[in-house]
Each structure stands twice: as C-alpha cells, then as structure tokens.
C-alpha cells in the first residue's frame, strides 16, 4: 500500500488512504440512506423527492470511489 515505487510522500499516500475509508464510508451511509427513504412506513415507496435524491447520492459517492482507488497516480490502487 505504502510503496518507494509510487513516487508519493508517504504523508500524502496516508491521506489518500483515508480519503478512500471515508468516502467508502460515505457510499455505506448513502446505500442507508436509500433503503431508510425506499422503505418508509410499511412498505416499499417509490417516486418521492428524498427517494431520487438517495439514489443520485449514492451513484456519485460510488462513482467518486470508483474513480479515487481506480486512479493511476494515486498510491492505494489495485
């Protein structure tokens, strides 16, 4: 994870790497966020404004993740 090879301080190799826990955190309360707007009251609700707005959340925290630890600059890739 933390490599000689990767050209980066380390100090910046570590701030990527929380970078990358907290939006892997942000994508787990974004995936909350759909279920607790999808399933209010007794059942499943389609079609509401908060509903829309979890799931355009969540594509963009997966996408920014995506996109972080897919990066060939960054130290944490594959």
């Given at each position: ?57 969540f594509s963009v925290s997966i ?6 630890l897919c990066c060939p600059n ?5």
């Amino acid at each position: 994870m933390f490599s000689k090879k990767s050209g980066m301080h380390p100090a910046v190799q570590i701030v990527a790497a929380v970078f990358g826990v907290l939006l892997f955190l942000a994508s787990l309360a974004a995936l909350a966020g759909i279920y607790y707007t999808h399933m209010v009251g007794g059942g499943a609700t389609f079609g509401t404004t908060t509903a829309s707005l979890s799931i355009i959340a969540f594509s963009v925290s997966i996408y920014v993740l995506h996109s972080c630890l897919c990066c060939p600059n960054c130290g944490i890739s594959k």
